[in-house]
């Protein structure tokens, strides 16, 4: 099991709002390239399962007029704690 950094917590808040803002691309797409800025360290069978596991939270946030609460960014915070903690 791996510890979560402060820096791991620091990345997983702000995943919602760097997704929103991303320049290009569908939602997996979004999150994959942002998933490997962070976690590039962990391989990509482990990336995709995050990939995975932050899609249903994340893809809604490419509807119109959505916008990101602390709710998203505490759930990303807590996939992401889970995730590192696992490897």
Do not use: H, N
Not at 3 to 28: H, N
Not at 49 to 59: D, I, N, R, S, W
């Amino acid at each position: 099991m791996s510890i979560v950094s402060g820096r791991d917590r620091d990345a997983a808040r702000q995943l919602p709002d760097r997704f929103v803002k991303f320049p290009i691309g569908e939602a997996k797409t979004r999150i994959t390239e942002l998933v490997s800025q962070y976690w590039m360290s962990y391989d990509a069978w482990a990336r995709a399962q995050l990939v995975e596991a932050l899609l249903p939270l994340l893809k809604p946030l490419l509807e119109s007029g959505a916008v990101v609460s602390d709710q998203e960014r505490d759930l990303c915070e807590g996939i992401v704690a889970s995730w590192v903690a696992g490897q």
